[in-house]
């Protein structure tokens, strides 16, 4: 199985400033034919099912606002929040799915400072 | 819109065969670009991946549950469902359907999600 590592666990960030979640792949997810990241990120807050905020490692799903960007490419991939607002406080996973089984990283936790 | 709803048993005994089923509504199951999947948040934990299934029948598991879940499909009924057998206290668990999108050379992500079902593994 392909390992995801998000870093770090938590963070703490003040409105208005700027969030970096990290996630690292045991191997490349980068599909040499087509050269595409197979890669995901999800939002998701307490008590509701995560919600897809990129795909393809830098694609806004529709509705994701353009604060949430998405970069990296093969093994290292970052997940940005530009300018935190109230309503981003969640946890963030990441998601390959270059292998079967499809596998999560462990979720990154963001709170407001 | 699409929506996804998960029906079951909100409780199983150790040993037993926990059994889910998901409805899909506001579009058909029978779509070409997409597998439908399940997939599971312990308690306060991560999301683990359990398994998908095309419209035709074609499924893919997660190898660490050694075989116990069954993915089945209706679609006349517009709803796909899992049985996961022997289950223990590790199977307490938030059970997730979801719409996941699929190209040819393999599955992708998790576009809709149901709102979840928590099943609870006691005696």
């Known amino acids: 199985d392909i390992v995801m590592t998000q870093s770090p666990d938590s963070l703490a960030v003040s409105l208005g400033e700027r969030a970096t979640i990290n996630c690292k792949s045991s191997q490349s997810v980068l599909y040499s034919s087509n050269n595409k990241n197979y890669l995901a990120w999800y939002q998701q807050k307490p008590g509701q099912p995560p919600k897809l905020l990129i795909y393809w490692a830098s694609i806004r799903e529709s509705g994701v606002p353009d604060r949430f960007s998405g970069s990296g490419s093969g093994t290292d991939f970052t997940l940005t929040i530009s300018s935190l607002q109230a309503e981003d406080v969640a946890v963030y996973y990441c998601?390959?799915?270059?292998?079967?089984?499809?596998?999560f990283g462990g979720g990154t936790k963001v709170e407001i400072k | 819109h699409l929506q996804l709803q998960e029906s079951g048993p909100g409780l199983a005994k150790p040993s037993e065969t926990l059994s889910l089923t998901c409805t899909v509504s506001g579009g058909s199951i029978r779509s070409t670009s997409h597998y439908w999947g399940w997939i599971r948040q312990p308690p306060g934990k991560g999301l683990e991946y359990i398994g998908s299934?095309?419209?035709?029948?074609?499924?893919y598991y997660n190898p660490s549950l050694k075989s116990r879940a069954t993915i089945s499909v209706d679609t006349s009924r517009n709803q796909f469902s899992l049985k996961l057998s022997s289950v223990t206290a590790a199977d307490t668990a938030i059970y997730y359907c979801a719409r996941q999108y699929y190209e040819s050379i393999g599955l992708g992500w998790f576009d809709t999600w149901g709102q979840g079902t928590l099943v609870t593994v006691s005696s």
């Open positions: 299934i095309y419209y035709s029948g074609s499924t």
């Open positions: 998601q390959q799915y270059y292998g079967i089984p499809v596998t």
